[in-house]
């Protein structure tokens, strides 16, 4: 998979100057009669009008016309990834480029909705979305990305109330805490039996980190805030708590990793379990960090240590 994110940045570059079966005849039948010159070429991509410069603005066109000369109706294209895939990638490292939602919302649904013709096809590129947008590996995660996708299917004629189910669940938790919303409450219990409220804790930010003891990837999250210079500057004036929660019910574990978690922090466990049994976060992966500001709304939502560095470095 390493060539598919190979070519990213060379499309990115441009805008600034599961499986399937094959449609027809049983899968022995296929693979005798569909030698390699059967299989499909590429396809033209999207190009601005030379009048179209601003780079958000040619990002928003080829969005939108991306897809304009591929042929939804060859299921064939489910088995070349290296063009497929491929385009299916370079459309959504366009979307942080765009103008607005709004923009990258009407690329998917035309998008989907022309996949619709084939339900082979149509499935095809809703497994992407949910492998490089949802999938907790995937270094292109995003919720607000893969919400149009989720959306569209929910509201498909052309998908069974069964098969809905799933992604109407994995909707519900994409709304939660969306960036601008406020953060889901909850109660926390500290090592000495203390307990607090997320919404009382009072600071200009709060870093929220769900962790496990433990856990290797968490130590060295935990590592890397700490290092982070503005995270740093950030705890000793004050103006940023760090609640570091553990979520789940091994209490024992937890108690004897408290050195994981820097002093200056509050380092607390979900006593009621209100996390894991409400699914008030959307815990795919752990460790998972969230940037809230003094009244609770959401700043950043599931995001990488790099991401609140960075954040915090130009807001100070």
């Excluded at 978690?261 to 992966?285: C, F, M, Q, R």
Aim: glycine letters at 4%; aromatic letters at 12%; a negative charge.
């Amino acid at each position: 998979m390493k060539e598919i994110f190979g070519f990213l940045f060379f499309w990115i570059l441009a805008i600034s100057a599961t499986g399937c079966t094959p449609k027809n005849g049983d899968k022995k039948a296929d693979e005798a009669q569909a030698p390699a010159a059967a299989m499909p070429g590429n396809f033209e991509r999207a190009v601005p009008p030379a009048m179209v410069t601003a780079p958000q603005e040619r990002a928003d066109y080829i969005v939108a016309h991306f897809w304009d000369k591929f042929d939804f109706s060859d299921t064939m294209y489910c088995h070349a990834p290296d063009i497929t895939e491929q385009a299916f990638v370079d459309f959504i490292a366009l979307f942080p480029h765009t103008s607005s939602h709004g923009k990258i919302s009407d690329g998917v649904k035309k998008l989907l909705t022309s996949a619709e013709v084939e339900n082979v096809m149509y499935n095809y590129f809703h497994s992407k979305a949910e492998h490089y947008l949802y999938n907790p590996n995937s270094p292109m995660r995003n919720d607000e990305y893969y919400i149009p996708f989720l959306e569209h299917v929910v509201e498909s004629q052309k998908v069974t109330d069964i098969q809905k189910v799933r992604p109407r669940h994995l909707l519900e938790l994409a709304y939660r805490n969306r960036p601008g919303s406020k953060a889901g409450n909850f109660t926390y219990t500290m090592a000495s039996g203390k307990t607090g409220n997320l919404y009382d804790i009072p600071a200009k930010y709060l870093l929220l980190m769900f962790y496990n003891p433990g856990c290797v990837e968490c130590q060295r999250t935990a590592e890397m805030l700490k290092n982070s210079t503005a995270v740093a500057a950030a705890v000793e004036s004050g103006s940023l708590k760090v609640l570091a929660v553990y979520p789940d019910e091994n209490l024992e574990e937890w108690k004897q990793h408290q050195k994981d978690i820097p002093p200056s922090w509050i380092n607390a466990h979900d006593g009621a379990l209100t996390v894991k049994n409400s699914e008030i976060y959307d815990l795919k992966a752990i460790p998972t960090l969230y940037l809230l500001d003094r009244d609770k709304k959401v700043i950043l939502k599931d995001v990488s240590t790099g991401d609140i560095h960075g954040y915090l470095e130009q807001n100070r």
